[in-house]
Nanobody, 121 residues
Framework: QALLVESGGGLVQAGGSLRLSCAAP????????MGWYRQAPGKERQFVSA????????DYADSVKGRFTISRDNAKNMVYLQMNSLKPEDTAVYYCVAGADVRVQEWVRVWGQGTQVTVSS
């Protein structure tokens, strides 16, 4: 059973930073692109960032470019999302995902349970 477990969410003031972590079973981690989605209250789930298996290719939503950085540690089966210069509009539940190409939501194969990020103004 594929299982992604996120951690690191919380409450932070605008301009602050958080780092999200995602632990994945090796069977999932070693064969998939990994990434993050988020869903704010009353809004649709949206793509945030993706990273290839090698870590050599990354992609970001325009709204987070220059502020968020995705990385992965293949030795630990971990994916991270470093979030800097946080804004109130970044408030959402953040989901770790795995799939062939997670930039396309329909191609996401595995979803984590989500972790809440709240940015106060």
């Amino acid at each position: 059973q594929a299982l992604l477990v996120e951690s690191g969410g919380g409450l932070v003031q605008a301009g602050g930073s958080l780092r999200l972590s995602c632990a994945a079973p090796e069977s999932t981690f070693s064969s998939h692109t990994m990434g993050w989605y988020r869903q704010a209250p009353g809004k649709e789930r949206q793509f945030v960032s993706a990273i290839s298996w090698s870590g050599g290719t990354t992609d970001y939503a325009d709204s987070v470019k220059g502020r968020f950085t995705i990385s992965r540690d293949n030795a630990k089966n971990m994916v991270y999302l470093q979030m800097n210069s946080l804004k109130p509009e970044d408030t959402a539940v953040y989901y770790c995902v795995a799939g062939a190409d997670v930039r396309v939501q329909e191609w996401v194969r595995v979803w984590g349970q989500g972790t809440q990020v709240t940015v106060s103004s």
